[in-house]
C-alpha cells in the first residue's frame, strides 16, 4: 500500500509539474468596481487590491486591461492551489519514505 501510494504521489506531482509549465501571465490579487460616488454608482472605476513583500498595494484598472488582468489573477489562483498541493505531497512523499527506512 504505502509504496502504491508513493508512486500514486509521484504521478500526482509530475502531473502538477507540467500544469504549472502551461500556466501564463499571472498576478495576485482582487479586483473591485469602486464608484466616485458611491450612493448614485456614478463613476465607475476599477481597482486592483494584493499585497505584495510585505506591502498592500492598490492599482487603478483601465477598462480594456479588465479582461486580460481577470485571465491574470485566475492563473495566480491556479498557480497557488498547484504549489499548495505540490507542498503537501511532499511532506506526505517524504513520511511514507522514511517510514518505509524505518521499517526492517
Known amino acids: ?24 501571465e499571472m498576478r495576485p490579487g482582487s ?8 450612493q448614485s454608482r456614478a463613476g465607475p472605476y476599477y481597482q486592483l487590491s494584493y499585497t505584495h513583500q510585505m506591502k498592500s498595494r492598490t492599482d487603478y484598472v483601465a477598462r480594456g486591461a479588465l479582461r486580460e488582468l481577470r485571465i491574470q489573477i485566475r492563473n495566480y489562483k491556479c498557480f497557488k492551489s498547484l504549489t499548495t498541493e505540490w507542498v503537501a505531497l511532499g511532506i506526505e512523499h517524504s513520511r511514507l519514505k522514511m517510514k518505509l527506512a524505518r521499517k526492517p
Open 1 to 24: 500500500m504505502t509504496n502504491e501510494r508513493l508512486e500514486a504521489i509521484q504521478k500526482r506531482i509530475a502531473a502538477i509539474k507540467q500544469e504549472l509549465l502551461n500556466i501564463g
Open 31 to 38: 479586483l473591485t468596481r469602486q464608484y466616485k460616488d458611491p
